[in-house]
């Protein structure tokens, strides 16, 4: 596998996205390869890509928020 190249760009940087893009097309690609090499279909992967990526972005805003809910519940008396 390569490397993932850390970003080269402020976080208030327009283009950001597409370096974080850059950055990880190379792995995303290889790792689509292997699951097709092992007898998955590209569609079943790419779906199962998008899902688990929601899931991820459900479970970090869930995450996020237990936080902030435990952060209130600390500072009462």
């Known amino acids: 596998m390569d490397e993932i190249y850390p970003?080269?760009?402020?976080?208030?940087?327009?283009?950001?996205?597409?370096?974080?893009?850059?950055?990880?097309?190379?792995?995303?690609?290889?790792l689509v390869d292997r699951a097709v090499a092992a007898g998955w279909r590209a569609d079943e992967v790419l779906t199962t890509i998008i899902e688990l990526a929601d899931n991820h972005a459900?479970?970090?805003?869930?995450?996020?928020?237990?936080?902030?809910?435990?952060?209130?519940l600390k500072k009462r008396p």
């Open 7 to 30: 970003p080269d760009v402020p976080s208030n940087d327009p283009d950001r996205f597409i370096r974080c893009q850059d950055a990880l097309h190379l792995e995303f690609a290889a």
């Open 58 to 72: 459900l479970m970090l805003a869930a995450n996020a928020d237990l936080e902030a809910a435990l952060s209130i």
